[in-house]
């Protein structure tokens, strides 16, 4: 008999196909909140506001599907990383992420900031 490890993206995959309607509709609620988005955020951020408009998921790990399709998808960028501040998590190392909106945002002001020309009369 073989031992085949799943793969992270074979995981994935399953857990996407086995709750589609529960992750695309959390990847939908997702695209909108990561475009208002102006600050550093985690999943943490995310599940929150997720929650408060939402009821949790079956599968919890849908959360982190999501954010590896839209990181995939150039709609959130890797920041860093923090401790995580909820209790069941035990201050676990958490990635921080900033959107694409809020990455232009940054950009477009670095080159603001680089085109401006002193006259010293």
């Given at each position: ?48 506001a ?23 998808e ?28 809020y ?19």
């Open positions: 008999m073989e031992n085949h490890q799943e793969t992270k993206e074979e995981a994935l995959q399953r857990v996407r196909m086995a709750n589609k309607e529960e992750y695309c509709k959390i990847f939908d609620f997702a695209i909108v909140w990561v475009k208002k988005q102006f600050k550093v955020f985690n999943a943490n951020d995310f599940k929150k997720y929650l408060q408009v939402h009821e949790m998921p079956q599968q919890v790990n849908l959360f982190g599907s999501v954010f590896s399709n839209l990181a995939r150039g709609l959130i960028f890797r920041q860093g990383a923090i401790n995580s501040k909820t209790p069941e998590s035990k201050s676990c190392l958490i990635r921080t992420w900033i959107s694409r909106q990455k232009e945002k940054q950009s477009n002001n670095a080159k603001n900031k680089n085109n401006l020309s002193i006259n010293f009369e």
